[in-house]
T-cell receptor, first 114, second 112 residues
Framework: EPEVTQTPSHQVTQMGQEVILRCVPI?????FYWYRQILGQKVEFLVS????????KSEIFDDQFSVERPDGSNFTLKIRSTKLEDSAMYFC????????????FGPGTRLTVT | GENVEQHPSTLSVQEGDSAVIKCTYS??????FPWYKQELGKRPQLIID?????GEKKDQRIAVTLNKTAKHFSLHITETQPEDSAVYFC???????????FGKGTRLSVIA
């Protein structure tokens, strides 16, 4: 069964550094999402992406964040200047353009900002 | 925007007993309600979902009920087993490219 993949599984970075988190959605999916989950808390929406542009973003997704689909398979989340509070698990998800509505989640990237 | 409340935050049951987790949502336009199970350090995995044109759905030991009028939905797990121990999240979704809005999660512990 096809799966969403993410790399790296764990990223440690220093405050102020840029990080890029990578995702490969399921190949025939059209909607892409980034969520984050701070340890022990709920999953929070960051941004959704459809038809090569951002379709919705949350208050968390400020100017320090950007997303890109550089080719037909990858979907990236960039954090320009990381802060301590960016430490979290970041999940990529994707779904088809029509029903069913299930969003398939990747295994996540654990980002640790020191 | 949509807001999803989930209760309880923790739940302990004896093996073989039933577990019930409840969620309420605020946006009457929400029409899809999935439940995810998340084991420690793993991705959320969909275990069951329900659309707003259905009142109840069952899959073996797991069932979900939806009350559109009251805007609440519940997860029922019967004959619980230790491997059911995990954090369960409910979510609500409206349409198209809108995101899933998650509840805060319920940590279920099944005691053998």
């Amino acid at each position: 069964e096809p799966e969403v993949t993410q790399t790296p599984s764990h990223q440690v970075t220093q405050m102020g550094q840029e990080v890029i988190l990578r995702c490969v959605p399921i190949s025939n999916h059209l909607y892409f999402y980034w969520y984050r989950q701070i340890l022990g808390q709920k999953v929070e929406f960051l941004v959704s992406f459809y038809n090569n542009e951002i379709s919705e973003k949350s208050e968390i997704f400020d100017d320090q964040f950007s997303v890109e689909r550089p080719d037909g398979s990858n979907f990236t989340l960039k954090i320009r200047s990381t802060k301590l509070e960016d430490s979290a698990m970041y999940f990529c998800a994707s779904r088809t353009g029509t029903g069913p509505y299930e969003q398939y989640f990747g295994p996540g990237t654990r980002l640790t900002v020191t | 925007g949509e807001n999803v409340e989930q209760h309880p935050s923790t739940l302990s049951v004896q093996e073989g007993d039933s577990a019930v987790i409840k969620c309420t949502y605020s946006d009457s336009a929400s029409n899809y309600f999935p439940w995810y199970k998340q084991e420690l350090g793993k991705r959320p995995q969909l275990i069951i979902d329900i659309r707003s044109n259905v009142g109840e759905k069952k899959d073996q030991r797991i069932a979900v009920t939806l009350n559109k009028t009251a805007k609440h939905f519940s997860l029922h797990i019967t004959e619980t087993q230790p491997e059911d121990s995990a954090v369960y999240f409910c979510a609500a979704w409206v349409r198209g490219d809108t995101p899933l809005v998650f509840g805060k999660g319920t940590r279920l512990s099944v005691i053998a």
